[in-house]
Every structure is written in structure tokens, then in C-alpha cells.
């Protein structure tokens, strides 16, 4: 059973910052965006109806009242102290998910003051009388649906988590972004990718095997997929932290600038980290102290769900720093500067569940010595030994990867931004071989299969016969669609007197088609299982442009 935990959480926290900051009317429509999409909007703006992940051009003309913010974690993270520091007079022990959102055990506050639902009410009005927020409390067994329950401040009763949690849209697995500290990205693509294969609510997902959806989708999903289940964020694999792995630096002078105590914290995060290595541990609740000359302790506990790296770790200290030592109405603000900081993992996991990645992750030393080894390589094979590929736009799935020498630039050859009809949609296919293997599809009579005029089949595709003489029987089939690109290169090559467009921006006339292949016959030399192509007729003639496995 996972532990009951009661969790607040204050709703619209990055605009109800923006909105203090600037001393603005507390019900101002107003949004808070980041990469020119909206991550936060007031309830005003909402009633306008400004969303989250809109642009802000579509924001600002549904809402032209709307006043725009930009993203500044460092400051959520600076007023939520005040929040933090109200709970903490009534129950010890919180730990900060994120600014706007803290976590506690429910037992204590529970039998303190009577219940969980006396608890919340209790801390509601704390909240609300010395920090002047509002919040919203839930109660649940484990973390991810405590979140759900307060963003719907509902008491769970103990066991019910599963039956709570069933009935809720599959978009609910974006809310992991706060647990992961991570950009909802890859839960969002989760998410698109389940309600295309028809799972709407989290029950249905909850359903599915566990060994199934790790294969298919991989571990972020099998997060999402544990959680659906009412069960905890990750299995239960901690252990407590040896001594050791305690790390401090004494300031000498003291430190009262957020920027001079980040950069102490940053080497700090190196140090730890360092040894967490060393013993084949990660971290995934930070314990962050502090010592003031006038011998003040500040503490604070940091929780994430996902072990954290060398560069979360550097953020969530800066921004600990910038509550304690900015923080406007901040009754734990220091009388005196720093004189010591300490970091310490207060909860620990094996390093198995933490896997950086090798180009875009690794920090400090171990980035110098990839980046030594690739430039190594490339001086004895050459720039193009060692390349990066690059995600960009295009209809064609060769069209969409450019591989970019290591060091280069790395600029898509395509823009992702425009819409691209006719782009095969997610999941793409495994493999896609440099050049289109030919294929022939053959109806039930063993007639081949061509395409009409009018991008219609002559027959039901019954057998492929890819290079090799290799065929399968078609177990299922989707398509055709076809494909028109540059049609209007014709028009003008007619228009100016030429007698052949360049070939560059030649037309192209083609349509796809996904088949699904029997598996193969026991002693077959073939791949096992079933295997989906895509394929593409073009130039009279099928070719296999890609393998789903």
C-alpha cells in the first residue's frame, strides 16, 4: 500500500508571482509563457478562454487585455517560501515538489489534529492568514494521485486510489511533469500517442499490462502506467544514505547574494554528485541546510521522482537560496549572511534508475571527455566519423532527419514549424533503410496490386514480397494515402516556357500504405513475430521506406 500523503497545492502559482511582483490587481488577466506558449494563465484569462500550451498570439486575440509574463522559476520558488514556512508551524517535515505544490506525510498532521480532512482544513486557513495564498489540500495514498486529489481537493479514503483515480482522462498523466521535475514534453507525447489507440482514462491505461507497456513504450511510461494504478511513482528501492555522502563548504566571506551562494551550490552539486558515483547511488530527495553567522539553521527538504542530476540539483538549491535570502515577507529570512552550506541526500536509489544522455545530459567532466573522444575520433576518420542527428520537418521520414557532424551547428534541414499535412504521425517506424527496398504486393489471386488514377488499390493486398524473394501473408492493412508534393512546379515550368522543371523541386506523385505480416513460419529465416511496413508506390513500383518492430 502506498503512503498516505496530503499534499497542497496553490493553483495558477507562476501568475499569481508574476502578478505580485508587479503589483498588479489580483484578478488582472494575465498568462505566464515559456517558448511562446502559455504554461500558466489567471482564472480571468481562462474565462476568455486562453489555455495552457496556446501561443501567444492566439492568446493575446482571444484575451487582449491579457498581460504577458515571462517564465521565472526563481521566483515562484522565492515566494512559495512563505507558503512553506506556514505550513511548517503546524506540521514539520514538508517536502517542495515544486513551487506551488509541497507534499507531507498524512499520519502526523492525522492524528494531531483529529483527521485528514481537520488537517486540511487547518492548513487552508494558515496558508491563506500568513502568506495570503490560496490553496487547495487532497489526501491519497501515494504522491501522484494525492496531486490529482488536490487539484480537486478531495479527501481519498485510504485504499481508493485506484477506484479514484480510474475514471479521469488519459491527460492526467501530464501532471507526472511535477513529480519527474522534467518539461511535460514526453508526457504530452504519451498522452497523444494512448488517445490515438484509443485509451481515454487512466483506468483503461491501468489496465494494460505492466510488461507490455514497458516494451512497447518504454520507462517513461511504465511511470505513467504505475501511477495509474494507485501504486507509487517507482518501486520501492530506497535506502538511507550514508554519512559520507554529506557535503558542505564554509563561506568565508559570508554569502548574502543569490548569485555569489549559486555558484558555491553549483560546485556543491558537482561534489555530491562526484560521490553518489562513486558508490553507484542517485538522489531523489535533497536535504539543503544552511548556516547563518548569527548561527541561524535553515533547512529545507527537495523531493523528485526521478533521480536527480548534477544540473536539477544546482537548480533547486539556487532557488532554496533565493527564497531564503530574497524572499519579500520571508519570517525564516536570515538576520545575517551565510556562512555555511550543506547539501545531503535524504533519500537515495541504486544508479540503475538513472541514465543520463551521453550528448545533451552529461555535465562537467564527463561532457569534456566525450566531447575529447568524439573530436579524437573525428581527427583520424575524419568530421564526418562522428555525427549528431537532428530532428526536423518533412513529410517523408528520410526528409525529417539531417545527421550533423559533431561540433557543427545543429539545425534541422527542415522547419519543424509548419503544420506538414500528410506527415505519418507517431510512432514512426524502427528502421529506415538509406534506400527503399522494392517490394511486390500481390492480391489473392497473386495479381499484383497497382493503384487507379484515382489513388485507389485494384485489389485487397493478400501477400508482400520484399527483395530477396522473401513473402509473408497480410494480416491487416490501412491506406492508401496519397501524396502530392510540389504540383505546382508543372504550372509555372509551363507558364515560363521551360521545357523540365529543375530537378531540386521536381514533382513527386506517390501514395503510402501500412501492412501488417503473418509471423513467420517456425525454421523460417525471417524476422520473428509480426512484423508492419510502410510502404510507398512510386514510379509504378512499391517500396518498403519503413519497418515498425
Same mark, same amino acid.
Given at each position: ?241 550514508? *554519512? =559520507?555522502?554529506? @557535503?558542505?563548504?564554509? +563561506?568565508?566571506?559570508?554569502? /548574502?547574494?543569490? %548569485? #555569489?551562494?549559486? &555558484? $558555491? ?117 575524419? *568530421? =564526418?566519423?562522428? @555525427?549528431?542527428?537532428? +530532428?526536423?520537418?518533412?513529410? /517523408?521520414?528520410? %526528409? #525529417?532527419?539531417? &545527421? $550533423? ?118 525454421? =523460417? ?18 517500396? $518498403? ?5
Amino acid at each position: 500500500m502506498p503512503a498516505r500523503r496530503l499534499v497542497l497545492w496553490c493553483p495558477d502559482w507562476p501568475v499569481v508571482t508574476a502578478v505580485r511582483v508587479a503589483e498588479l490587481e489580483p484578478l488582472s488577466p494575465a498568462a505566464v509563457f515559456l517558448a511562446n506558449r502559455v504554461v500558466a494563465c489567471s482564472a480571468t484569462a481562462r474565462e476568455s478562454g486562453v489555455r495552457r500550451g496556446m501561443r501567444r498570439r492566439e492568446a493575446q486575440g482571444r484575451c487582449p487585455e491579457l498581460v504577458v509574463f515571462d517564465h521565472d522559476p526563481a521566483r515562484d520558488a522565492r515566494l512559495f517560501e512563505s507558503v512553506v514556512v506556514a505550513v511548517e508551524d503546524l506540521v514539520p517535515g514538508v517536502e517542495v515538489v515544486r513551487p506551488g505544490l509541497l507534499a507531507m506525510p498524512a499520519r502526523g498532521p492525522a492524528r494531531y489534529f483529529g483527521g485528514e480532512e481537520v488537517a486540511a482544513e487547518r492548513l487552508v486557513d494558515q496558508v491563506d492568514a500568513q502568506a495570503g495564498a490560496e490553496c487547495r489540500i487532497g489526501a491519497a495514498d501515494g504522491l501522484f494521485a494525492s496531486i490529482l486529489a488536490a487539484r480537486r481537493a478531495r479527501h481519498v479514503p485510504p485504499g481508493t486510489s485506484a477506484d479514484f483515480l480510474s475514471p479521469l482522462p488519459i491527460e492526467e498523466v501530464e501532471q507526472l511533469g511535477d513529480l519527474l521535475g522534467s518539461k511535460r514534453s514526453a508526457q504530452a507525447e504519451l498522452v497523444d500517442l494512448l488517445r490515438r489507440l484509443g485509451i481515454r482514462t487512466l483506468g483503461e491505461f491501468a489496465a494494460l499490462g505492466s510488461s507490455e507497456v514497458t516494451t512497447r513504450f518504454g520507462n517513461t511510461a511504465l511511470l505513467a502506467h504505475r501511477a495509474a494504478r494507485g501504486l507509487e511513482e517507482r518501486p520501492v528501492e530506497r535506502r538511507q544514505p550514508p *554519512p =559520507e555522502l554529506e @557535503v558542505a563548504e564554509k +563561506l568565508d566571506p559570508p554569502v /548574502d547574494r543569490v %548569485d #555569489r551562494a549559486a &555558484f $558555491v551550490a553549483k560546485a556543491l552539486a558537482d561534489e555530491l554528485h562526484a560521490k553518489l558515483d562513486g558508490l553507484g547511488l542517485a538522489c531523489t530527495r535533497l536535504g539543503i541546510s544552511a548556516r547563518t553567522e548569527n548561527g541561524e539553521e535553515l533547512h529545507r527538504v527537495w523531493r523528485c521522482a526521478e533521480p536527480l542530476t548534477p544540473a536539477a540539483t544546482a537548480d533547486r538549491v539556487r532557488w532554496q537560496l533565493d527564497g531564503w535570502l530574497s524572499g519579500k515577507g520571508n519570517r525564516e529570512r536570515p538576520t545575517a549572511g551565510l556562512g555555511e552550506l550543506n547539501l545531503r541526500p535524504a533519500e537515495v536509489v541504486g544508479s540503475g534508475g538513472l541514465q543520463l544522455d551521453l550528448l545533451n545530459a552529461a555535465t562537467g567532466e564527463a561532457a569534456a571527455r566525450a566531447a575529447r573522444a568524439f573530436a579524437r575520433v573525428q581527427g583520424m576518420l575524419g *568530421p =564526418e566519423a562522428v @555525427v549528431t542527428g537532428v +530532428l526536423g520537418g518533412g513529410r /517523408d521520414l528520410r %526528409d #525529417r532527419v539531417r &545527421f $550533423v557532424p559533431w561540433g557543427d551547428e545543429r539545425a534541422p534541414a527542415l522547419a519543424a514549424e509548419p503544420p506538414w499535412p500528410g506527415r505519418i504521425p507517431p510512432p514512426s517506424p524502427t528502421v529506415v533503410p538509406d534506400e527503399s527496398w522494392q517490394a511486390r504486393v500481390l492480391d489473392e489471386a497473386g495479381d499484383p496490386v497497382r493503384l487507379t488514377d484515382r489513388k485507389l488499390l485494384t485489389g485487397a493486398p493478400s501477400r508482400v514480397e520484399v527483395s530477396g524473394g522473401r513473402s509473408r501473408a497480410v494480416v491487416g492493412w490501412a491506406g492508401p494515402w496519397p501524396i502530392a508534393e510540389r504540383w505546382w512546379v508543372d504550372l509555372l515550368a509551363c507558364g515560363s516556357g521551360r521545357t523540365a522543371p529543375d530537378s531540386q523541386v521536381s514533382p513527386r506523385a506517390a501514395a503510402r500504405m501500412q501492412v501488417v505480416l503473418e509471423a513467420a513460419a517456425e525454421g =523460417e529465416e525471417s524476422e520473428a513475430g509480426e512484423v508492419a511496413l510502410l510502404l510507398v508506390h512510386e514510379r509504378g513500383d512499391w517500396w $518498403v521506406q519503413g519497418v515498425y518492430r
